[in-house]
Nanobody, 115 residues
Framework: QVQLVESGGGLVQPGGSLRLSCAAS????????MGWYRQAPGKQRELVAD???????NYADSVKGRFTISRDNAKNTVYLKMYSLKPERAAVYFC?????????WGQGAQISVSS
């Protein structure tokens, strides 16, 4: 059993920044990659960014240069720093962890962007 606890969501003004965190615990034997997805109302869940255990990163084109993903292997934690947030970036952001035994999801963190 793997548990993922997300934190850092909330309301931010347009142009503001937020940092999401996702800490994994439980039966973690080998994490291959961790990532963030988002799902806006009425839309499919989409990849925002992911990072392998060795540090290779991958970003959706729409967030390149505006979001930064990082991880702390010792803490089994992945972070997503979001800059210059726009209203269209509002969504529920989900943490994803890929291990050799399966893929696990966090409960989701709501990000709202409004003045």
């Amino acid at each position: 059993q793997v548990q993922l606890v997300e934190s850092g969501g909330g309301l931010v003004q347009p142009g503001g920044s937020l940092r999401l965190s996702c800490a994994a615990s439980g039966s973690i034997f080998r994490i291959n990659a961790m990532g963030w997805y988002r799902q806006a109302p009425g839309k499919q869940r989409e990849l925002v960014a992911d990072i392998t255990w060795s540090g290779s990163t991958n970003y959706a084109d729409s967030v390149k240069g505006r979001f930064t993903i990082s991880r702390d292997n010792a803490k089994n934690t992945v972070y997503l720093k979001m800059y210059s947030l726009k209203p269209e970036r509002a969504a529920v952001y989900f943490c994803e962890v890929r291990t050799c035994y399966g893929t696990y999801w966090g409960q989701g963190a709501q990000i709202s962007v409004s003045s």
